[in-house]
């Protein structure tokens, strides 16, 4: 297991090694001259020349990248071109909300999912059964985007119960702490701000996981049947054990392990989904902060977001295949031989 | 006596029409897929989505009002007899532009999954087929690309292609190749160790011929199938650069686009958010039942979940 796990790790490296060259050529290679967008049509030449020339843009391709990989180990992703401070720290500022976003999101749609996969399998073909797969199909068919509009004007614009844009209230904002505003208020005992954070969260979340909701469903009620047609189930239920243990203990624990898989995908795939959610909501994430960036030309911050979240993506991934492996004994001992 | 001879004419018919007719499974994959209500009701809607898209390009007069014209006396109608969905912030009919955008839709779909199909078929083939060191060279490229979200790895595209409905295009096409690669390489590799295969080997067939003649035509089917839900997926990317101001340019009509930039009026007038929304939504929904119905007629097994 250790030695599958190191493995993993350094196969890792020439993935990352490739992500920063895939986005350093789009955004350095193939991306027009950022200069006339940054300092306006209207600059001179020569304004443009020394802006380039201080932000390295004139040296040689293959030195630019070899600098941005050497910077990029230390954590050193160079100075944003609009506020010259180090993007490191404009990232840090907004990574919080998008995690906070994230997780809920994620915890939504896993509690969820699971649950009414479990539901739909075990009285499959009734009327439950039906509704989570309408409400599936909606779920893959709908564009997050238009989910959240439509939130925002059913609880915002008729309803007026939730706040349409940010994470909290200006003056109830906690200072310092992890950034995670839920933990924050909740840790700081300050109940007011608490409610509040969790009130701006309620959209956003639910426009972030209904996507992975819908995934995670199907996908629990096909692994749970599959399951549940097995001999072994047959078994537990000749044996007299009540049907509610034999759903919980020797089904569903079964069930899971093609359902982790999903689950740690679609975590994945949220970090995408942030960026329209976030831009939907006026969530100050890296989502949107991104689309400003890309918009505006600014390559380092670009640079820097995407390779962080893929190394975020990767890892996630990785650290599913691990557990994966740690559920079912026979994927480990097979993939340590090979 | 009889029934052991009906019997017998049975199956002698049906081995000559297995014979006769080698395509007969396009034929049992129509007539499972005919029992698919749902299927079938979608695959009806996207005839129309057609039909729409080509009728409102040729004859633009049928559409109830000019989907251009701007009229600021007229801005944010509420929909009524003669604006059936209202009209937008500058006044435009925004049932007409709903029409006229269906072709844009449907076209980013339908060229966005030709491209990537088409190049993930040959990355994949040639990653499966051949092997070694130009299958992991290839798979790695593909992880690679599948380690960065494809709505992020497409924004970013765009940045350097420049906006544009056509360059949205390219960049959703380029961001799906992978999918497809990955797929068509799967299925190569099991479909290579077949017994009709190693023959063709034998016999002295070329790669090229092998490949076309004898690996492409069994995984067409699953090929199918994925294309029909990728077109979905593409006018979902579609909408979302679209919804970001990376789609078309104005005074153009694109459903995401549309939603877009009547955000900022969300509270003035909902209506002008309800109409594209459900649009892509009911288009994307109908690609997405009918790429379900073709996999299950193509697979009995899957049917059962």
């Given at each position: 297991?250790i030695?599958?796990t190191i ?11 490739g ?7 789009i ?10 967008v940054?300092?306006?049509e209207?600059a ?5 020349q020394?802006w ?5 843009l004139?040296?040689p391709?293959v030195?630019?990248f070899?600098d941005?990989l050497?910077n ?10 609009y506020?010259?401070q180090?993007?490191?720290?404009e ?12 997780i ?8 969820f999912g ?7 399998a075990?009285r499959?073909?009734t009327?439950v059964?039906y ?8 779920g ?5 985007f238009w989910l ?6 059913l609880?915002?614009g008729t309803?007026?119960?939730l706040?349409?844009?940010?994470r909290?209230?200006p003056?109830?904002?906690p ?7 839920l ?10 701000a ?6 701006h969260?309620?959209?956003?979340t639910?426009?972030l996981?209904m ?11 096909s692994s749970?049947?599959d399951?549940?047609?097995?001999d072994?189930?047959?078994t537990?239920?000749?044996?007299g054990?009540?049907s509610?243990r ?5 089904a569903?624990r079964n ?5 982790t898989?999903?689950i740690?995908?679609?975590f994945?795939s ?9 831009t ?7 989502g949107s902060?991104t ?7 600014d390559f380092?911050?670009v640079?820097?977001?995407?390779l ?10 990785l650290i599913v295949?691990?557990?994966?492996a ?5 994927i480990?001992?097979?993939k340590?031989?090979? | ?6 019997t017998?004419a049975?199956i ?7 014979l006769?007719k080698?395509e ?6 129509w007539?499972?897929?005919k029992?698919?209500k749902?299927a079938?009701?979608?695959l009806?809607?996207?005839?129309i ?5 080509v009728?409102t390009?040729i004859?633009?007069q049928v ?20 604006y059936?969905?209202?009209t937008?912030?500058l ?5 007409s532009?709903i ?9 980013v779909?339908?060229?966005a ?8 078929v ?6 499966g ?16 690309m599948?380690s ?5 790895l497409a924004?970013?595209?765009m940045a350097a292609?420049?906006q ?5 295009v390219?960049?959703i ?18 479909v290579k ?7 063709a080997?034998?016999?002295?067939d ?8 004898h ?6 089917s ?10 979905s997926?593409?006018?979902l ?9 990376l789609g078309?340019q ?9 939603l877009?930039?009547?955000r900022?009026?969300i ?7 309800i109409?594209?929304g ?16 073709l ?5 009995p097994?899957s049917r059962?979940?």
């Amino acid at each position: 297991m250790i030695k599958y796990t190191i493995k993993r790790i350094l196969l890792l490296i020439p993935v990352l090694f490739g992500v920063s060259l895939v986005v350093f050529l789009i955004m350095r290679v193939f991306s027009p001259d950022p200069a006339p967008v940054v300092l306006g049509e209207h600059a001179s030449r020569e304004a443009m020349q020394a802006w380039r020339n201080a932000h390295g843009l004139n040296d040689p391709i293959v030195w630019q990248f070899i600098d941005f990989l050497k910077n990029a180990l230390t954590g050193n992703f160079g100075t944003s071109y609009y506020t010259n401070q180090p993007v490191m720290k404009e990232i840090m500022a907004r990574f919080p909300a998008t995690v906070e976003l994230a997780i809920c999101a994620i915890l939504f749609a896993s509690v969820f999912g699971v649950l009414l996969g479990v539901v739909s399998a075990v009285r499959k073909n009734t009327a439950v059964d039906y509704a989570s797969t309408i409400l599936a199909l909606i779920g893959v068919s709908m564009p997050i985007f238009w989910l959240g509009i439509l939130l925002i004007i059913l609880f915002s614009g008729t309803l007026h119960i939730l706040p349409s844009t940010g994470r909290i209230q200006p003056m109830l904002q906690p200072v310092g702490g992890t950034g995670l505003y839920l933990w924050d208020t909740l840790t700081s005992g300050d109940f007011e701000a608490f409610g509040d954070a969790a009130r701006h969260l309620i959209m956003p979340t639910l426009a972030l996981a209904m996507y992975s909701l819908a995934i995670i469903t199907r996908m629990t009620r096909s692994s749970m049947l599959d399951t549940l047609n097995q001999d072994y189930i047959r078994t537990a239920r000749s044996k007299g054990i009540s049907s509610h243990r034999v759903v919980k203990h020797h089904a569903l624990r079964n069930a899971m392990i093609p359902i982790t898989t999903v689950i740690g995908l679609q975590f994945g795939s949220l970090l995408g989904g942030a960026v329209l959610t976030e831009t939907v909501f006026a969530w100050p994430g890296i989502g949107s902060y991104t689309v400003q960036c890309i918009q505006k030309s600014d390559f380092p911050v670009v640079q820097a977001v995407v390779l962080i979240i893929a190394t975020v993506y990767v890892l996630i991934n990785l650290i599913v295949d691990l557990i994966y492996a740690f559920l079912d004994p026979r994927i480990k001992y097979s993939k340590e031989e090979g | 006596m009889d029934k052991t001879q009906d019997t017998a004419a049975e199956i002698s018919l049906s081995t000559q029409e297995f014979l006769e007719k080698p395509e007969s499974q396009w034929k049992s994959m129509w007539d499972s897929l005919k029992k698919n209500k749902a299927a079938m009701v979608s695959l009806a809607f996207i005839i129309i989505l057609v039909l729409i898209a080509v009728i409102t390009a040729i004859f633009p007069q049928v559409l109830p009002h000019d989907p251009y014209e701007q009229n600021m006396t007229k801005t944010f109608l509420f929909p009524d007899g003669r604006y059936w969905f209202g009209t937008d912030q500058l006044g435009r009919d925004i049932f007409s532009r709903i029409m006229v955008g269906t072709r844009v839709s449907l076209s980013v779909g339908v060229i966005a999954v030709a491209v990537s199909m088409t190049l993930g078929v040959v990355f994949g083939s040639l990653a499966g087929y051949l092997g070694g060191k130009v299958d992991s060279f290839i798979m790695r490229i593909m992880d690679i690309m599948l380690s960065i979200p494809s709505i992020l790895l497409a924004i970013a595209f765009m940045a350097a292609l420049g906006q544009g409905i056509d360059k949205a295009v390219i960049a959703i096409s380029l961001v799906s190749i992978p999918e497809y690669a990955r797929i068509v390489r799967g299925e190569i590799l099991s479909v290579k160790e077949n017994d009709y295969v190693q023959a063709a080997k034998v016999i002295g067939d070329k790669d090229g011929r092998i490949i076309f003649r004898h690996i492409l035509p069994n995984v067409l089917s699953s090929i199918i199938v994925r294309a029909t839900l990728g077109i979905s997926s593409a006018i979902l990317d579609a909408s979302a650069l679209g919804f970001l101001g990376l789609g078309v340019q104005p005074p153009a009509a694109e459903w995401g686009d549309m939603l877009g930039r009547a955000r900022n009026y969300i509270f003035q007038a909902p209506y002008t958010l309800i109409f594209p929304g459900l649009a892509i939504s009911l288009t994307v929904l109908a690609f997405n039942l009918l790429g379900d119905g073709l996999r299950d007629a193509l697979d009995p097994k899957s049917r059962q979940n």
